[in-house]
């Protein structure tokens, strides 16, 4: 059966050329969608159309920081900030992805451990993500995903991928397997519940604690 990789280009101006991307699926058997997306609104009409598709791996190319991505226009203005949360619920409307689909994230502050407990915590469907702590040049980060795809290929395990990706980039490369993490997962859903709520959520729970300290 054949494997998909899904392309999110959300920094037009900064992000790896999708024939990098298209070499590397070529190479291990991947057929590859690209979609340059440059509005919330679009991204979120996007992953709802992609229902039927099944999806191995999801990149996504983007400015980022600790909290979440942002997204560019073709000239580099801004268009707007997406958290991890919200992320996740956008990510979640495709019904493609799948017990295997791994979460590849090319932006800052991707592969650190917090954007995968709120990734994951906030979507039962994501269930590997991977990323580095920082942006790399784009040359590196095509080395960093064809090593990554080698070894996932591979079915290697979470560690050896890790390492390869790191020695091959001099940069730190992380892997986060649910299975893994089940147990910090739920202790971080029990204990900062707040950080994985959208603000929509969030404001409707204290509308409703409000309504009900009015009622008493």
Not at 35 to 42: E, H, Q
Not at 52 to 78: C, E, F, M, P
Request: charge should be negative; proline fraction near 2%.
């Amino acid at each position: 059966m054949t494997k998909n990789i899904l392309y999110i280009d959300a920094t037009p101006d900064n992000a790896i050329p999708k024939q990098i991307i298209e070499c590397v699926a070529k190479s291990f058997d991947y057929d590859v969608d690209c979609y340059t997306v440059t509005s919330r609104p679009a991204l979120e009409k996007y992953f709802e159309s992609i229902a039927v598709r099944k999806i191995d791996i999801l990149y996504i190319a983007a400015h980022g920081n600790t909290d979440g991505i942002a997204l560019q226009s073709k000239n580099g203005a801004n268009q707007g900030f997406i958290d991890w949360r919200d992320l996740a619920t956008i990510i979640c409307a495709a019904e493609g992805l799948q017990q295997t689909s791994t979460l590849f994230l090319a932006c800052c502050d991707g592969g650190f451990k917090r954007a995968a407990l709120i990734l994951m915590a906030r979507c039962l469907d994501i269930n590997t993500v991977a990323g580095l702590p920082c942006k790399l040049a784009l040359s590196n980060e095509g080395l960093a995903f064809h090593t990554f795809v080698n070894h996932l290929h591979r079915n290697s395990d979470a560690q050896r991928i890790a390492r390869a990706v790191t020695t091959a980039t001099d940069q730190q490369f992380n892997i986060f397997f649910r299975h893994e993490m089940d147990a910090e997962i739920a202790q971080f859903a029990y204990f900062c519940g707040d950080l994985w709520l959208t603000d929509k959520e969030r404001i409707s729970n204290e509308q409703q604690a409000d309504n009900l300290e009015d009622a008493a």
